[in-house]
């Protein structure tokens, strides 16, 4: 396997992305439902709400679930093992 596809299976993400994934997230879904309220009031359709609120769903699942590597810029320096016959 090549190393590209072994890092994108392997998911790595840091602390710091992982909160910058939490806040993009909550930031857009809560925009885009506050959006998708105004135009289904405004069109009186609740699949219009529907539809905007699950396509804004849907596009952030594909652009926040993949572990982009600007999500692990951070990785965190783990301690060296110590041997257990020491």
Do not use: C, Y
């Amino acid at each position: 396997m090549s190393t590209f596809l072994q890092e994108i299976t392997e998911g790595k993400i840091d602390f710091a992305g992982q909160s910058l994934v939490d806040l993009v997230a909550r930031v857009v879904l809560a925009a885009s439902a506050v959006f998708a309220f105004g135009v289904g009031f405004a069109l009186q359709d609740l699949r219009i709400t529907f539809g905007i609120v699950g396509a804004s769903t849907l596009g952030l699942a594909l652009l926040l679930l993949p572990p982009w590597p600007m999500f692990n810029r951070h990785p965190v320096k783990w301690l060296p093992v110590k041997s257990k016959l020491q």
